[in-house]
């Protein structure tokens, strides 16, 4: 094939700006093995970048709540000590209806103290009522200043975990609430929940915050428990914060197997995307040294496990399958 003048003088400007460009034949195996180097090169970096990100943003977080945390805590302690009575609701109690009257009852208060104050008056010295509503894992009380407080109390398996506040504030009775303040970790979606139900239907959003924190805390509870039960097994481990996407490599067993877990909403315990792949180590190595790329296999076995099941009981099944599945796999690949 005849190259132009002008191809052979641009081949010639490329030359001498790298005096070291392979010739014609080597061109796209130099290029393959520069392409693989660049990119675990750029792999190792991203990876180190996401687990300062994860680990600043978390410290970020941590820091900045403490002390609403701390003063909301105090807060609340001291409005369920007053109480005089707690009222647990189930089913249909717990409705538009009796949120309302939580609404006039702090807004009553409120006007009252007012009233009080502008004609010195005395107060009466018999017990005003107070009452506390508890709805699954939310306690609900009146705070002082027409606000109305919301206590989650997250679990795990059957075990408390951590706890959050919100506190909602409205002007007066028809004006509608706002989000005051909280201790609502910052990548959970409070505002967008706040722009799109509060306004319309403020007891959507108070059950849908409950229901975003627990299964938050059931992801990111799964995902400890298995380093604490299973770390020695498990190479790499990345999550976002908010753990809707997890992954892990183990790399202890006679394959090296990668799982990929991706959650549709952040509402949701059991993941819906689920790809685990693997290798043989001996087939892997081989590959790197060669320059080749590996064939994985798919492990579906291991796949509806953790479609079915939560991550540490997952887990355990597909350890307990791992080696026997792995190696009928890649004896049917490559027959004797």
Known sequence: MEVSDFEEETLKKRHKKNPFTPSMGEVNFMHEDDDNDRLETARARFSNVIKRHTALAERLSRDSDKMIFERLQKEFEAARASQTEEVYLDGEEWNDGLLATIRERVHMEVDRKAMLAETDMIPNHHVEEKITYRVGNK????????RIGIQYETTFAGDPCELYHLVLESKSFLEKMTVLE??????????????????????????????LLQAYVDRKEQVRLIKELYGNQIGELYHSLPYHIIEFVLDDFTCKVIVSLRYA????????????????????????????????????????????????????????????????????????
């Open 182 to 211: 909280h201790t609502i970790p910052f990548f959970l979606p409070l505002r967008e929940a706040e722009n799109d139900l509060l306004s319309s239907n403020a007891m959507r959003f108070i059950d849908y915050i409950g229901e």
């Open 265 to 336: 909403d952040l509402v949701s315990v059991l993941p819906t995307r689920v790809r685990v792949i693997a290798w043989p180590i001996d087939q892997f190595k081989k590959s790197e040294v060669m320059g080749a790329h590996p064939s994985p296999s798919r492990l579906s076995y291991a796949e509806d496990a953790l479609k079915s099941m939560s991550l540490p009981e997952a887990y355990a099944e597909i350890v307990l399958k791992l080696r026997q599945v792995t190696q009928e796999i890649f004896e049917d690949r490559n027959p004797s």
């Open 139 to 146: 306690v609900i009380c009146c705070l002082e200043g027409a």
